[in-house]
């Protein structure tokens, strides 16, 4: 290889770098990009009906099980006084306390699927039915 031919190899390296380099970091960002669009559609809003059991709370942080559509769904709430709770017949007496009042209940709960955690979802709602449509 010659002088001229050598310098022409160096001349398409060095292109083929700086091309490598100005493409190299978009790349991880659009990767990046397309994950976080990926898992916000990956969530799925749910809404199920049936009876509530295992409620327990810790300070504003709530955890029941809701048994709907053949199955149990394990539901959190950061903060329950953050959750919409309401009933088809408004309550009987005073303020509802979820954390005392909820367990044996029937209610529809709407909540947001989540994944890698020791739940199934996150608790956007909760709809106490009245004893008398039980």
Do not use: W
Not at 60 to 75: D, G, Q
Request: proline fraction near 3%; charged fraction near 30%.
């Amino acid at each position: 290889m010659d002088v001229v031919e050598s310098s022409h190899f160096m001349a398409r390296l060095l292109l083929i770098i700086a091309t490598m380099a100005c493409i190299s970091p978009v790349l991880p960002l659009r990767r990046a990009q397309s994950t976080a669009e990926g898992s916000l559609a990956d969530h799925a809003r749910v809404d199920a009906e049936g009876g509530i059991s295992d409620v327990t709370c810790s300070g504003v942080e709530m955890r029941l099980k809701i048994a709907a559509r053949n199955s149990t769904f394990r539901l959190h709430a950061r903060d329950y006084t953050r959750v919409d709770i309401s009933e088809d017949v408004p309550f009987q007496a005073g303020e509802f306390k979820p954390c005392t009042e909820l367990d044996g209940k029937t209610a529809k709960i709407t909540f947001v699927t989540v994944e890698h955690k020791t739940y199934d979802g996150e608790i956007q709602s909760i709809e106490v039915e009245s004893e008398q449509r039980r």
